[in-house]
């Protein structure tokens, strides 16, 4: 039998899925994503085998009658070709039989609640259908095996069904949803399958053909084994075409045949950002004007000893013009950020830069993705944007004005994604990674030939840039030695009176010196297939894979990203007694081992995280937040078994721990200045004023105060701030707790609905107020959370079971004209 799709005019697929429980069962968001895809691939133009009107979504339905009634209609009208998907938790009665559960399913009362499969099997016994095919993801799934075509210990006499080729997630044994993954495991790899395709297979993939690859993948990932059976040779039957077959007529000189060998080990393409670029941009451009407001005002500020006069107006001119330093430094900060990278893979297209901005699409999402060559100047040459053109119904995400990110080209919604300009990449590698892994959604681009994508090399080095290292020792030293209170020296009685300038000194000379020792003996760290070596003069360190147990970066001081330490923890056969190569750095856990400060090797911590998270297996990476400095007796013990957010606290929050640090030094100065004003009170300035002032707001940002934890467990929600303030929230005492999204301006608020009865506790450091007939506990946008509302949703719903509610979007309402 020649393999063929569906007849499109007489095929009808019915897809169901459930992602929310309003029982004890767990949610799995990831159903959501498979229906959705699913049906993208399904219905798709080029390759789909499935009209889009006769692809039909059921999902989140509490009511098993609906579901049948739907998958009836389908059943009876259907001339070809019936498909029926069902993804969700399936649950066995006394009896062992199966049910598929929905949303309104009782464990204790499954009759009524849930859908017995015996209903599903006499829906197919009765279909005038000739090809029927049933795909189930759950756990239990291959009972049906057993009752459909008599393969167990039930009676085959009346069981079995004709024309039926069933797949199943797994035999008698649990079906896996791995938490943080966007699609189940079973249907995951079936998806895979489906939007890849086979290289160099057949034109439409076969069921049959596709059932080895899908169990080989779920058996290397460590998941059970799927099941099919089929029965008068309807196996043959193809649900699309595959995208990895090489067209008819097209030789390979002409089509570069995309093979295993072709795409890079880790699934993507990461083009890394142009240094030259950012420094050409940020220093050639905001160093000259920084320079020429300084020498603006320069000559127009007060002389030493006045005080400023803002009725002057040569004093308010330089204001103006100090104030215009900082904001042009603001101003490209925010247009030309670093980190800008692009990331082309199997998902789909994402750029990102800064800390936490990112815009991504997934195939399925986008119509067409091209690289569009813009004219050329006077002044400057080509230069290349990556396109791509959502699909219709897609909302398009764009950057805030002034940013990188994607902005929209046209009134047809087309996006200029991304500016090749700031990669250290050309036109050529990021047209060959489209064509890798674009599939249907890749135009090619006229005059750019799309040659091999760059693959990772064999291992990759660290180091620092000696350049830099050069530069920082020289001004740390001239620094140092200006500072050092050479009058104060030769009279040591006076000496508390310049504490200040010889913590300075001693500072500035001591990051000379770490210049210099790493400019005469930089730090090599090696990160290949084999391990990691870390190399420092004649010192060696040298780890295989085999003897490592867990590695990860650690932000030290907590909360400085960039101040970072690279932490391994060996096996238990090469653990030693040392747990610091520096006895300047912090002490670790028992049975860690700090390498080496993260300065010492590169500036990109991203970089080191891409390599280590492509040659460590996924055990071995330390996951966010896992402790691995010691902590105080009286620090809170780091939360269990959730997930959680990092922000920082409103600018203005900051604003008034720096006014609180600052104001007994503004008024210690004003009492100096009076005539009779004791002896002691200029001395308590550089003894312990200034020094509080210093001090204390470097150690508010370093060591992480300003930062705030939203933590989403099982037990309710928690808040933190500045460092050991917590605010927790029982699930219990919440009715309903969700995302509220305000468009103009955009605001994602979390907003909580509590029980009635029920006090929530109240804090001085979360400011919440009364909005949207709740509780606003905090908006994402002023406290900066570094993830998408998506996911913090996600989160939500996953821990807060029935009480979640969707995002819910509030109706822009224009104002009201005055006439």
């Known amino acids: 039998m020649t393999p063929r799709l569906p007849d499109p005019r007489g095929s009808r697929a019915v897809l169901v899925g459930t992602s929310r429980y309003d029982s004890d069962l767990p949610d799995l968001l990831a159903v959501r994503n498979n229906l959705e895809v699913l049906q993208e691939l399904l219905t798709s133009d080029a390759f789909g085998g499935f009209p889009r009107e006769r692809c039909e979504v059921v999902q989140d339905v509490p009511d098993p009658r609906a579901v049948c009634a739907t998958i009836r209609e389908a059943a009876m009208t259907a001339t070809d070709t019936l498909l029926v998907y069902f993804s969700g938790h399936g649950v066995l009665n006394d009896d062992l039989k199966l049910h598929l559960a929905l949303t309104g399913t009782d464990e204790s009362d499954l009759r009524w609640t849930s859908i017995p499969f015996e209903a599903i099997r006499e829906i197919l016994e009765a279909s005038p259908c000739p090809n029927k095919i049933l795909i189930l993801d759950c756990c239990n799934s291959g009972r049906v095996l057993d009752t459909l075509m008599g393969d167990g210990p039930v009676p085959a006499e009346a069981l079995t069904v004709r024309g039926t080729h069933i797949l199943t997630s797994s035999a008698n044994a649990p079906s896996y949803a791995p938490v943080g993954e966007r699609y189940t495991a079973f249907t995951g790899e079936f998806i895979r399958l489906l939007r890849d395709g086979l290289p160099n297979g057949p034109d439409i993939l076969p069921l049959s053909t596709l059932y080895t690859p899908l169990a080989d993948a779920l058996i290397h990932r460590g998941y059970p084994s799927p099941r099919q059976q089929s029965s008068d040779g309807h196996a043959r039957l193809g649900l699309v075409r595959n995208r990895g077959a090489v067209p008819a007529g097209v030789e390979a000189a002409e089509k570069r045949e995309v093979t295993a060998d072709d795409r890079p080990p880790n699934g993507e393409v990461r083009f890394a950002p142009s240094l030259v670029f950012h420094r050409i941009r940020n220093w050639g451009i905001g160093l000259p004007l920084s320079v020429g407001l300084l020498l603006v005002a320069g000559p127009l500020l007060p002389e030493e000893g006045k005080d400023i006069d803002p009725a002057n107006w040569r004093h308010s001119a330089a204001i103006v013009a ?52 813009r004219p050329p100047s006077r002044l400057r040459g080509p230069r290349y944007d990556l396109m791509v053109r959502p699909m219709p119904g897609v909302f398009s995400h764009t950057a805030s004005r002034g940013a990188p990110g994607p902005r929209q080209d046209d009134t047809g919604g087309t996006l200029r994604f991304a500016d090749l300009h700031r990669l250290r990449t050309t036109p050529e590698a990021v047209e060959a990674a489209l064509a890798l892994y674009g599939g249907a959604a890749w135009t090619p681009s006229p005059g750019i030939a799309a040659e091999r994508a760059p693959a990772a090399g064999g291992e990759r080095v660290f180091t620092a840039d000696r350049r830099v290292l050069a530069v920082v020792a020289v001004v740390c030293a001239v620094l140092g030695v200006d500072a050092v209170p050479l009058d104060v020296l030769v009279r040591p009685m006076e000496i508390l009176s310049a504490l200040m300038p010889l913590i300075n000194c001693t500072l500035f000379l001591g990051a000379a010196w770490f210049a210099a020792s790493r400019f005469v003996r930089p730090a090599r760290l090696v990160v290949g297939a084999a391990g990691l070596t870390l190399t420092r003069g004649q010192l060696e360190i040298a780890y295989a894979w085999s003897e490592i147990e867990r590695i990860g970066i650690v932000n030290w001081p907590r909360g400085a990203r960039y101040f970072g330490l690279l932490v391994v923890r060996p096996t238990e056969s090469v653990t030693g007694g040392i747990d610091r190569t520096n006895m300047l750095l912090p002490k670790l856990v028992p049975g860690a081992l700090t390498l080496c400060p993260l300065l010492e090797v590169t500036h990109d911590r991203r970089l080191l995280e891409a390599a280590l998270a492509r040659f460590a297996d996924e055990g071995q990476l330390a996951v966010q937040g896992e402790a691995w400095l010691r902590t105080s007796p009286g620090r809170p013990a780091p939360a269990g078994a959730g997930v959680t957010f990092r922000g920082r606290q409103p600018a203005q929050v900051s604003a008034v721990v720096g006014s609180a640090l600052l104001a007994p030094l503004v008024v210690n100065g004003r009492v100096a200045e009076w005539e009779h004003a004791p002896a002691w009170v200029p001395v308590l300035d550089g003894l312990l004023l200034l020094p509080l002032f210093v001090f204390g707001l470097a150690g508010y940002f370093l060591t992480g105060r300003h930062h705030v934890h939203v933590h989403v467990g099982p037990a309710g929600l928690t808040l933190r701030a500045f460092g050991s303030r917590r605010l927790h929230i029982p699930w219990g005492d919440v009715d309903r707790i969700g ?76 104002p009201k004209s005055k006439n």
Do not use: C
């Not at 406290?783 to 996600?794: G, V």
């Open 322 to 373: 100090l104030v215009g330093i900082l904001f042009v430094i603001a101003a490209l900060g925010k247009r030309n950020p670093g980190g800008y990278s692009l990331v082309v893979s199997s998902d789909g297209v994402e750029v990102q830069y800064g800390d936490s901005e990112h815009f991504s699409y997934p195939w399925h999402r986008i119509s067409r993705a091209w690289v569009r060559q």
């Open 739 to 814: 995302i509220v999204v305000r468009p103009e301006p955009e605001e994602h608020a979390l907003v909580l609905w509590p029980r009635h009865g029920a006090v929530i506790p109240r804090a001085l450091w979360l400011p919440t107020q009364k909005r949207h007939g709740g509780l606003r506990l905090l908006t994402l946008q002023d406290f900066r959370i570094d993830t998408t509302p998506e996911a913090l949703d996600q989160a939500v719903a996953r821990y807060a079971g029935r009480r979640h509610t969707h995002m819910a979007q509030l109706r822009q309402t224009a």
